[in-house]
């Protein structure tokens, strides 16, 4: 039987796949549908110091392919948020907190309340979410703010820190290596791509926010490439995300450097994506002959650069 244990900083995943952040709420709504313990972690809603309300209706927009959405970190705060996170303490899977804020001070506030949180057992530094007017995306853009957030919040924890990326940038490559450089323990992208959408009756934009984040399978071929660009240039494990709708397409991402795979907007379409995706990756690795996960980590950089040899190719 193939091993699906992937190491994610401190934490030991029973397989490589887990729910993406706003996509999954605290577990409840899912719980009826199949053991959550089935989970490699479960990665709960983002964040924030204190209750926020999120932006006004309308906040959802479908999309071909995809879906647009502009919630705005609707969440009750830490400190409600903190009794919901203990009562996933022996569901059987870890539990990774989404962090999120307007400024340095409110991402500390999140993590001092939940730092007494036994089963808090990973931060996720949501540095990317494109609809809030402060904060968020704005943290995500720069080296050298997400190099300075990444070594403050590193001071206060020794939990496992992961850093979420946004794809609203030129270069991600670099904000992943300032992120590697501020002390994070892993990475994870995409977040949802800037869009909107615009109602032709009313002639209209249909959100309210004016924009919002697309997810959805639309977005899956830029966050591929953004995997494969990012787990080149830092030595931290990467979780892979943005349009994985099934086994084949978390493959897709493991093959290109993802050490592990989060699903997000399928997790609507199909409330048991999850664990059908670990029962997808485990017959994909029995059926290629493979006796663990981690041999495909990155196997399509190997294969590609054989290619490159073979024909006198340069690769980079």
């Known amino acids: 039987m193939p091993d699906l244990t992937v190491k994610i900083g401190q934490l030991t995943l029973k397989n490589p796949v887990m729910p993406a952040s706003g996509c999954f709420g605290y577990g409840e709504e899912y719980a009826p549908f199949f053991d ?11 964040t924030t110091a204190e209750p926020c309300a999120g932006n006004p209706p309308v906040r959802l927009a479908e999309t071909p392919a995809g879906m ?25 899977a870890p539990v ?3 962090v999120a804020g307007h400024s340095v001070e409110q991402y500390r506030a999140v993590i001092a309340v939940l730092e007494e949180v036994e089963a808090a057992a990973a931060y996720e530094i949501n540095i990317s979410c494109p609809n809030v007017k402060a904060g968020g995306m704005a943290f995500g853009t720069d080296p050298a703010v997400v190099s300075a957030l990444v070594k403050e919040l590193r001071s206060l924890t020794d939990k496992t820190l992961i850093i979420k990326l946004s794809p609203n940038v030129t270069d991600i490559a670099g904000i992943a290596k300032a992120a ?3 002390g994070a323990d892993a990475l994870s992208l995409i977040n949802t791509l800037l869009g909107m959408a615009i109602d032709t009756h009313t002639k209209r934009p249909v959100l309210a926010n004016l924009t919002g984040g697309l997810s959805g399978p639309a977005v899956k071929p830029v966050a591929l490439r953004m995997v494969w660009q990012v787990t080149e240039a830092v030595n931290i494990p990467v979780i892979g995300m943005g349009g994985i709708s099934s086994a084949q397409d978390a493959v897709e991402f493991l093959l290109a450097g993802a050490t592990a795979v989060a699903i997000g907007a399928a997790n609507f379409v199909n409330p048991t994506v999850c664990p059908e995706t670990v029962q997808g990756i485990h017959r994909y690795l ?23 040899d073979e024909c006198g190719c340069v690769k980079k």
């Not at 959550?36 to 983002?46: E, H, M, T, Y």
């Not at 919630?71 to 022996?90: H, S, T």
């Open 180 to 182: 590697e450089e501020g």
């Open 36 to 46: 959550l313990a089935r989970l490699g972690a479960i990665v709960v809603k983002g």
């Open 286 to 308: 029995e059926e290629e002959g493979y006796s663990s996960v981690q041999e495909i980590v990155g196997l399509a950089k190997k294969e590609w650069q054989k290619t490159g």
């Open 68 to 92: 647009l959405n502009a919630i705005g970190l609707q969440n009750p705060g830490v400190k409600a948020a903190k009794e919901k996170i203990r009562a996933l303490e022996n569901v059987g």
């Open 96 to 98: 990774i907190v989404n």
